[in-house]
Nanobody
Framework: QVQLAESGGGLVQAGDSLTLACAVS????????MAWFRQAPGKEREFVAA????????SYTDAVKGRFIISRDNSKSTLYLRMNNLKPEDTAVYYC???????????????WGQGTQVTVSS
C-alpha cells in the first residue's frame, strides 16, 4: 500500500550539513502526514520532526529545533530532512515514517522505511 525508502545518510563532521530524502510509493489517508524518527546506539527510537501533507504545519523535537528542517515535495513524492550544524549526538539511524496526522506521529507511525545511517564525528 505505502512504501518508504530513505537515502542520503553518511559520515560527516560536526558542524556540517546533510539532507536526507525519503521516496514515497503508494497513497493512503493513513499516511498523509510524514515524519522522521531516529535511533541512536543504546537508545530507544525517538521522534525528530513531522509535517502535514500540505506542509502547512511542522513539528520538531527540542533537540533539533532551529537546526533541522523537514519539508516535502509531493510532485516528486519525496520527504526531506535538512540537517544543519550536525552534532555527534545526532548520530543515529534515521527512519522515514507516515501516519494520519502529526500529533499521532510524535509517538508512533503506521508506515516505516528501512532507515539510513547518519554518523557525525567530532
Amino acid at each position: 500500500q505505502v512504501q518508504l525508502a530513505e537515502s542520503g545518510g553518511g559520515l560527516v563532521q560536526a558542524g556540517d550539513s546533510l539532507t536526507l530524502a525519503c521516496a514515497v510509493s503508494g497513497r493512503s489517508y493513513e499516511a498523509d502526514a510524514m515524519a522522521w524518527f531516529r535511533q541512536a546506539p543504546g537508545k530507544e527510537r525517538e521522534f525528530v520532526a513531522a509535517i502535514t501533507y500540505t506542509s502547512s504545519t511542522t513539528s520538531y523535537t527540542d533537540a533539533v529545533k532551529g537546526r533541522f528542517i523537514i519539508s516535502r515535495d509531493n510532485s516528486k513524492s519525496t520527504l526531506y530532512l535538512r540537517m544543519n550544524n550536525l552534532k555527534p549526538e545526532d548520530t543515529a539511524v534515521y527512519y522515514c515514517a507516515a501516519g494520519p496526522n502529526i500529533i499521532s506521529l510524535r509517538r508512533t507511525a503506521d508506515y516505516w522505511g528501512q532507515g539510513t545511517q547518519v554518523t557525525v564525528s567530532s
